[in-house]
């Protein structure tokens, strides 16, 4: 056992560490509770940055053991592994600041802290899993440790919305362990590999491929919310707003879009998948996605429900991004990962902010919150218009990669796509802009919360601001070596290798 | 040394028995402790023997097969013997602490408790097919009469109509044993085995094995004979339903597998194996789906048996004349689920317990707002759930797989429906209770919090049945040495 | 070498200038500082070398800025307006809502200036896209009705004019392989879908830039926003979309006489059709406007000849930069004078009006102004021998045409002015800003550069045949009013 084979089990430990601490401390400490999640988060960031830092310089991190016969359980940190790693263990520190001010005073502390931490943990797992069945695993995990952060209120809304959560999780859950098993049974354990296994695989086996690749995706896409699978989501916006920000924009819709990136890329690779022709029944579904979400958007009259829709849609970029399958349209996908991320992190920041200060849930509530919430509307605006794709945010980098991408790939109906979910994009966002810095304030706010003299309270403020700097910074130094889009071109020069 | 463990295996719990029937509730616990430190240690021991060394045939008292005991020390069988160990350790520990000791009749639960070892015990061990029955009469009784520990009048019927269906269950059995003594004058299971490979003859002895399976299927309560299952464990003492779910109807499921894997071959038919699978899938189906209505927290529990049991069942259909790669995945899963599902469900009983405890009721929607006072438990309860969900990296999960992959091996894809569909099932009743438990609309305020000693032993139990899936791979290795020794013999 | 540090900082200094807005007691210093936000970008127009390129490479998908004389003229045009309409704004403004406004000036004006100095396609388009959405805040600043509605049509013409852009740069970038604008021209003359190409960006900077049919928003929009801003988005902003046409279109690789015959006639619709419903306004600001499409209009003539001529563009340039130079800073006074409050002095009142007919009257080219330069530039052009597109034979008449239109568009501006104008002290900034545009557009004109590269013909000497050319139309237009005026009776209310 070297550091090198350790480190991943650290990253992955200190989280799990930290739940297992907050589950056995009392409710009533608080500090100490805060503590521990602030020094695993911060400690989780230090270990992937080193980790991103090694795999920068050529390195791999990894340790395997068998767990049942044939299966072996598989932890490895390679590029694609440190985007998704980086993404979840920068904005978890993040989140944990804003679910520590947004929980205040609120019962059941030690519980949400508890299966937060789980959460990310096995977002952790999923990012450095290193097979199909070490991915499911986490996966699963991972659904089970979100379920009581969504109906961490306890009100019947919430359970409903858990319900239902769990029934499509659970189902999608099921679907991929058949897929996973399927291919198992014909080719055994299968780990991640750049090119995937079956480039030159014999023609009889091409039915069977193109079967599980729908199930696997039929089971991934439930999570990534791909219609019609996406009903769990727009539900499951009742839960708290740090567990919004965690659903939409760091793990669970996250680890659906991974997986499927790790399945197209890793597993039967890109240019196999493409061959079977797989890649137009994705992409078309995933346009229909992207269309549909933005255009369901546009009727919600909840914010948080906007927001929930216009995360349908966004995600689907990244899966459209790789059904471009040529090296500028999966770096455009991909970078979309992060961007979508810290996009819909900050949006749901706000969303939340505006609820637990103002009491705001409804968008034509928001009249003049610019005014009393200048840098959480700042935040909110600059993420907005990063969704539309304005440049020079973060979302535009997408937009523009991917439809370069697009017209290298000749694939240029893309464009259009991306054209009418701007446009609608910019329906369902400027609006809400508009009430909330040029109308004026109408009514009283709902449930006014006093915080002296800022805004709101300081745990909630700093997390979009800084999630808002970062993509704007995103946006602005794209081609500097160290964004998100530098780190994908290394990732599809190492990976995909078109 | 092997002498004395395996006396110490087999007399300890019969002496312990005959003490604690002089001794008082009180008084039996500290002697009990005692005992379960000496049979852990005991069972620990000849577990290390036999992964050293491998299994080994025992001839008891020195006499050999026909006219002596023989016992067949194998991987599998140290592995349940160890299994049985931990988990009746657990539940006496709990039990200890659970049961009201100024209750006059809770003074027998002890000596039950230690005739149901060593019950056990002799059927992990045994290898002939009297000392087996002889074994399941033990297990049989003492497990009624824990039942009927619960004490009111609802408990003794429930007890009774155990009793009738583990004596007619009993008798098939025995049936089944006479025919075989008459057809080939042997009562030893690798004798028999042994004849049968050498003359194809023997046909009557094709019904015996239905009647012996049959007996059988009734005492580990198989769709549809389960009727007697749940009234029994949902009525009993939590810590008692741990034992009776966990370990009781595996003991006769044990014997069936065991008469399947060698004399299913010669003996048994498509038709046959086909329907016991159809029957243990209907059972996943039938006992999730009335899991899902139950009212009573521990009626969920005790029906999630019922689907559960169901699973194992599919290592008839599976061994069936399949490739031995197949047969060993399905054996293997068996295996896992045997274990899986008796540490989680133990794990369920005794935190159900604790929970309904510190409610004071055993309504399923009494839980609500529990999770606020009682997560621990809860805890338990929810991991034990994940495990009979079948998600990883629980055991259920690993024994999950392995079927997945024995069906698909075999190509009989229909059992895929009955695992997909039966785990979805499971999470549906397991998800009903957490949702019921995270109701905050409730205002109890009468709460009772069970001491910390009875919390952490569930736990326990559900933490071992999550990491089997990651350790799935050292267990199976030495129960792997069973296969190689059982057959060869 | 003061190019690379003037251009930063001509972007820079109005964003730093945001953190101003953070606290409210801040806003008087914000205010008062408006007029410098431009400062680095005139010195920049003035000073910096051309051709010098300023290289970002981590910047967005790779910067690149710089100067040439377009972008020179171009950038002199749009600070100086800006700096000029920034003096106005200190006296204009009240202390309500004064921080939301000077956040979205300055944040215009970054847009505005950062994409002229942007010679990569990315910068070029996120500042267009800053200045689009910024301006938004500025037309709807008064917050009415009226306002809100401007800003709602605005907003969608422009999101659907932004995506025209991404588009067509996208396939042209793709085609060029590459992210700077200078690559694109010939990109675009190459692909095999140029058509669409060229379709996509006119129409996506069409928008911007007042073109017939994608206008909506123009004659809502710039009257209701304060005056300040309504003399920058006439005057500058409105530049940006010919801006955009010229770095981007094919000029000088191939001439496309289809493209030429469609943007003259919309050339010429725009010319004549906003002049005419130009004279139907009631209020001096919708006029002005209608006058900006009237305008923009002629100078879309131009790019559409230059789309003809490979060989005239690069002069069509020049000339077309000296047009919008002219028109700028000319329509630049002409807002501001709208919100100045006469004196109760008849005889400086008399002084007033002059000043303020002047720039209209160099609208319609009056000998000895910026628009005498310009007609006389663009007549010399636009000469018939030169072109050999079917509308080509119509140049003439049309600008002639377009000259009597402006001409009595002024008219109708200068009536309705007076139906408006109220008597009244201005505060002192209000007349130093309106002083200064109004000698910037009279004098200063002469002295930029862009006015200067044609220098090889002195513009205050004129032919009599020249004199006479620009003269008619102005007699011609006067005499139409005058006629309408009577006819109509004095009650002015429909002259047109």
Redesign the interface.
Known sequence: MTTGALLPVFALMTSLTAAVIIFTLPEQKHQLRTAVNLIAAVLKLLLVGLMIWGVFQGREYGISFPMIPGVEFVLRADALAMLFAGLSASWWLLTTVYAVGYLEDSPNRSRFFGFFSLCVASTMGIALAGNLFTFFLFYEMLTLSTYPLVVHRGTQQALRAGRTYIIYTLTGGAVLLFGIAMLHGFSGDLPFRPGGHFADMSPDLQAPLTLVFVILIAGLGVKAAIVPLHGWLPTAMVAPAPVSALLHAVAVVKAGAFGIVRVVFEIYGLETANALGLLWGLAAIAAFTIIYGSARALSQSDLKRRLAFSTVSQVSYIILGLCLAGPVGVAGGLVHLVHQGVMKITLFFCAGNYAETLGIHRIDELDGAGRRMPGTSVAFTLAAFGMIGTPPLAGFITKWTMGTGALAAGMDWVIAVLVISSLLNAAYFLPVLNRIWFREQKNAWPEERQWGRFETSAWLLWPPLITAGFLVLAGLLASASFSPLGWVELIVAREVDL | MTLWLMAGLLFTPLAWAVLTLLAGFRRGRVVTWLGIAIQVLVSLALWAVVVRDGGFQYPLGGWQAPLGIELRVDGLAVTFVLLTALVAAASGLHAGFYLDPDKQWHRYFWPLFWFLWAGLNVVWLGNDLFNLYVGLELISLSAVGLVALGGQSEALRAALRYLMAALLGSLAYLLGVALFYGEFGSLSLSGIASALGQDSSGDGTGFALVLMLFGLALKTALFPMHRWLPPAHGIARSPVSALLSALVVKGSFYIAARLWLELGAPLGSLALAQLLGLLGGMAVFWGGWQALRQRKLKQVVAYSSVAQIGYLFLLFPLTWNTTEAAAL?AQ?AMTLQVISHALAKAAMFLSAGNLIMSVGSNRVNALA?V??FL??SL?SFGLAG?SL?G???TGG??AK??F??AS??TGQWWW?VVL??G??LS?AYV?RV??AS????SNIDHFFHPARRLEIIPMILALLSLGL??M??PV?SVMALTFANGEGT | MIASPLMLMTVILPLASLFLAIRPQWQTIYRYSLPLLPLPAILAGLMAELHHWLELPWLLIGGLWGLDELRQTFLLLTSVLWATAGIFAVGYLETRKLRPFCLFWALTLTGNLGLIISVDLASFYSFFALMTFAAYGLVVHERTDEANRAGRVYLAMAVAGEMALLTGLLMAAHQAGSTLLTELPGAIAESDRSGMIIALLVSGFGVKAGLPFLHFWLPLAHPVAPTPASAVLSGAMIKAGLLGWLVTLPFGELSLPAWSNTLVVLGAIGALGGAALGLKQVRPKTVLAYSSISQMGLITLMVGAAMANMEQAATLFSVIALYALHHGLAKGCLFLSTAVELPTQRRFRWTLWLLIALPGFSLAGLPFTSGAAAKLAMKAELKLEQYDFAVAEYLPLIMTAGAVATMLLIWRFIWTLHQSARRGHNHPFKWLGWVAATVCSLVGFWFLPGARSEAGHSWFVLTPGELWSLCWPIVVATAIAAVGWFTRGRNGSDLG
């Open positions: 995945q293997q707002g999770s606020h997560p621990f805890f994940v969900m998600l990883p990296p999960f690993a797989w392995l997945l992959q698909l091996a895929l997909l569909g785990g979805l999470a998800f957490y949702r995270f109701v905050e609309d899936g990651l799935a791979e199976l």
